[in-house]
């Protein structure tokens, strides 16, 4: 009896034990949610690709603020660095610019590009490269100026024999007002000059100059960052363009060929302006102790006669400019040949005192170079061309005929191709805009050009430097 009364008990206590376990498990099991695992996020669309024709300073400022903006570029030339008409530009920002239409749309873009170029200039220097400047490389100048990109901010100085032209030229440079900075009257240093000089009026003020040569392999390195790839290739024709796109599946191409629209578009309307250069020796220092940009002998009565400083020691003499007909290369010396290096020299040496230290052998020549300024009846071309529905072929956006100020006007000129290929894009979220390193000296830059969007008054670093 007890035994049994016993194992009853024992039973019915595990028999709950057992039913109170399976009840948690239950409750357990039912509180649990149930998951479904979530689908993967759509791949981002693909970016839209673009193709730069020309590796000029037009061609590689309007590739970077492309890609800066969130395209996929690529930029195809037939050549680069001294097979580019920018290679050997002098090149001075002066404003108005030079032998550029039309006047408005120029001056815009010309200021535009004043910020970009002063701070590239403010920025810490990149070292890139030591030794003597050569004609296609990078140097350390005497006296500092290691930089990697060949801009610098000196004073530019223009020189009349008539007082009434010249006070008329002053004019024009504050039109509108501030548009230059440090603008006053007077001549440059007295031993820059011969004695006596010819000239009854002068003024000047603050410019950036760019080295080109430093500047197109500054830019193309910012691009290789970016992710941009380059391609050698030549075409034909509009019809070998688009076929070449297509290839790419290309959304659009951005034409900066130059002289090469006229026959790749068939753009009558282009011709070349030759432009000639002599660099010369220059004594030591020469341009960190005058404070030079450019001096500019403006109605010299046997043609162009201008100066500009190089990095490394050297002197740019210019210059010419000539019509030519269309086919005429770009090159090195000895395309500028003994004839026209002597009448550069010449014309240089009646006023500047270097010259004539050049013409009497005291100071060597060490090269040349020659080149075709992509000048256009009418003016720059800057439009987009959209393409022809359902025509297989995508939009192109023009930008050439930039005439005697295709560097300094880069980027303005880039800033609007920009804004014309975003609006071609239907959905901008393909853009995916790229990240520039911090304190960069090209974040200074577009962030310089951003600023000119909502700034009227050119840059205050540029006002404020004591030149």
């Known amino acids: 009896g007890g035994s049994s009364w016993q194992w009853r008990q024992w039973h019915n206590f595990n028999l709950r034990k057992w039913w109170q376990a399976r009840q948690v498990d239950t409750v357990v099991m039912t509180a649990r949610p149930r998951t479904t695992p979530s689908p993967p996020p759509p791949p981002p669309l693909p970016r839209p690709v673009c193709i730069v024709l020309g590796a000029g300073a037009q061609g590689l400022c309007s590739a970077l603020m492309l890609a800066v903006d969130g395209w996929d570029v690529r930029v195809v030339a037939k050549g680069r660095h001294a097979q580019t008409a920018s290679f050997g530009a002098g090149a001075i920002w002066e404003y108005p610019p030079f032998l550029a239409e039309p006047a408005d749309a120029a001056k815009r873009w010309t200021r535009m590009s004043l910020g970009p170029f002063v701070a590239l200039a403010a920025h810490a220097a990149e070292a890139h490269g030591t030794g003597r400047h050569s004609l296609g490389g990078s140097a350390k100048a005497p006296g500092g100026n290691t930089d990697g990109h060949g801009c610098r901010v000196r004073r530019s100085y223009y020189l009349f024999r008539n007082a009434e032209v010249g006070e008329s030229e002053r004019a024009a440079c504050e039109a509108p007002l501030g548009a230059v900075g440090g603008l006053q009257t007077g001549f440059p240093p007295a031993n820059v000059l011969r004695a006596?000089?010819?000239?009854?009026?002068?003024?000047?003020?603050?410019?950036?100059?760019i080295h080109t040569a430093r500047f197109l392999e500054w830019l193309e390195r910012r691009l290789d960052e970016l992710g941009v790839p380059?391609?050698?290739?030549?075409?034909?024709?509009?019809?070998?363009?688009?076929?070449?796109?297509?290839?790419?599946?290309?959304?659009?191409?951005?034409?900066?060929?130059?002289?090469?629209?006229?026959?790749?578009?068939?753009?009558?309307?282009?011709?070349?302006?030759?432009?000639?250069?002599?660099?010369?020796?220059?004594?030591?220092?020469?341009?960190?102790?005058?404070?030079?940009?450019?001096?500019?002998?403006?109605?010299?009565?046997?043609?162009?006669?201008?100066?500009?400083?190089?990095?490394?020691?050297?002197?740019?003499?210019?210059?010419?400019?000539?019509?030519?007909?269309?086919?005429?290369?770009?090159?090195?010396?000895?395309?500028?040949?003994?004839?026209?290096?002597?009448?550069?020299?010449?014309?240089?040496?009646?006023?500047?005192?270097?010259?004539?230290?050049?013409?009497?052998?005291?100071?060597?020549?060490?090269?040349?170079?020659?080149?075709?300024?992509?000048?256009?009846?009418?003016?720059?071309?800057?439009?987009?061309?959209?393409?022809?529905?359902?025509?297989?072929?995508?939009?192109?956006?023009?930008?050439?005929?930039?005439?005697?100020?295709?560097?300094?006007?880069?980027?303005g000129c880039a800033d609007d191709v920009r804004a014309l290929a975003q609006s071609t894009v239907a959905d901008t979220s393909r853009l995916r805009p790229a990240e520039l390193p911090e304190g960069s000296a090209v974040a200074a830059a577009v962030a310089a050009l951003w600023q000119s969007h909502t700034s009227k008054s050119t840059p205050s670093a540029y006002h404020d430097s004591k030149l």
């Open 230 to 411: 380059f391609e050698s290739r030549q075409f034909a024709s509009v019809d070998a363009v688009h076929a070449y796109a297509a290839t790419q599946r290309a959304d659009l191409v951005i034409n900066c060929l130059g002289i090469g629209a006229a026959t790749v578009f068939g753009d009558p309307a282009v011709y070349p302006v030759r432009g000639e250069l002599v660099y010369v020796d220059a004594p030591p220092g020469y341009e960190q102790e005058h404070n030079l940009a450019q001096v500019c002998d403006t109605d010299h009565p046997s043609g162009l006669a201008y100066m500009i400083p190089q990095p490394g020691g050297l002197l740019a003499l210019a210059g010419t400019a000539e019509r030519e007909v269309v086919g005429s290369a770009p090159g090195v010396a000895p395309a500028t040949g003994p004839k026209s290096t002597r009448a550069i020299v010449d014309r240089c040496a009646d006023v500047f005192t270097v010259a004539e230290a050049v013409r009497s052998g005291a100071l060597a020549v060490v090269g040349g170079w020659t080149g075709d300024r992509p000048a256009r009846h009418g003016g720059t071309r800057l439009q987009l061309d959209p393409a022809p529905t359902n025509s297989g072929r995508c939009s192109v956006i023009h930008n050439y005929g930039h005439g005697g100020s295709g560097v300094v006007m880069c980027w």
């Open 196 to 209: 006596p000089h010819p000239f009854s009026y002068g003024f000047s003020y603050k410019a950036p100059v």
